[in-house]
């Protein structure tokens, strides 16, 4: 398999059209996907992967496909991406990552964030990256703190205003040296 780069254990790439029912299978996960509105349909997903598809070709980044290296299973994404919802501090590059449930707990999440950061601020020359979470999604918080982020604060994400679980995000940030 060709990646675009690697962490210890973790392979980062586009993503393939062969993708869909993997992450389908993960992003329809009620657990998986307990701090966003709701489950994604497969149609949802596709449409993701095309989304993720072209703002790597137009970017060279996106939210990468992850494989674990040992044996090129597909266990989710993590990567960077653009974000341009109405907030004081968009447009902005944002990091994020969704795995399938038996992966949590291993540290991929904060291995996989790691190198894309370096990626991000080595390879393509970004100065400045955030992190956007539920104010509830202590998991995500704690990631973004083990990768060096630093709290800016806590906002109403728009695109979630009308739910009271999920409107009150935290924001984190990370400079390049």
Same mark, same amino acid.
């Given at each position: 398999?060709?990646?675009?780069?690697?962490?210890?254990?973790?392979?980062?790439?586009?993503?393939?059209?062969?993708? *869909?029912?993997?992450?389908?299978?993960?992003?329809?996960?009620?657990?998986?996907?307990?701090?966003?509105? =709701? +489950?994604?349909?497969?149609?949802? +997903? %596709?449409?993701? &992967? &095309?989304?993720?598809?072209?703002?790597?070709?137009?970017?060279?980044?996106?939210?990468?496909? @992850? !494989?674990?290296?040992?044996?090129?299973? *597909?266990?989710?994404?993590?990567? &960077?991406?653009?974000?341009?919802?109405?907030? !004081?501090?968009?447009?902005?590059? !944002?990091?994020?990552?969704?795995?399938? =449930?038996?992966?949590?707990?291993? #540290?991929?999440? +904060?291995?996989?964030?790691?190198?894309?950061?370096?990626?991000?601020?080595? %390879?393509?020359?970004? +100065?400045?990256?955030?992190?956007?979470?539920?104010?509830?999604?202590?998991?995500?918080?704690? @990631?973004?703190?083990? &990768? #060096?982020?630093?709290? @800016?604060?806590?906002?109403?994400?728009?695109?979630?205003?009308?739910?009271?679980?999920?409107?009150?995000? @935290?924001?984190?940030?990370?400079?390049?040296?």
């Amino acid at each position: 398999m060709q990646y675009l780069f690697q962490s210890q254990r973790l392979g980062f790439r586009n993503w393939k059209a062969e993708d *869909l029912k993997e992450l389908f299978s993960l992003c329809s996960d009620s657990e998986v996907m307990e701090f966003f509105p =709701k +489950t994604l349909t497969e149609y949802e +997903t %596709k449409s993701f &992967i &095309i989304r993720m598809q072209r703002e790597y070709e137009a970017f060279g980044f996106c939210y990468f496909a @992850v !494989d674990k290296l040992e044996n090129q299973e *597909l266990i989710g994404f993590i990567g &960077i991406s653009n974000k341009d919802f109405k907030a !004081d501090f968009t447009p902005c590059i !944002d990091i994020g990552w969704r795995l399938k =449930k038996s992966m949590w707990n291993h #540290g991929y999440a +904060t291995e996989g964030a790691k190198a894309c950061l370096d990626y991000a601020f080595d %390879k393509l020359n970004l +100065t400045h990256i955030y992190a956007i979470a539920p104010a509830i999604n202590a998991k995500s918080e704690g @990631v973004m703190k083990k &990768i #060096g982020m630093s709290k @800016v604060g806590n906002f109403v994400h728009p695109e979630l205003a009308k739910d009271k679980r999920l409107s009150k995000c @935290v924001l984190y940030e990370i400079k390049a040296n």
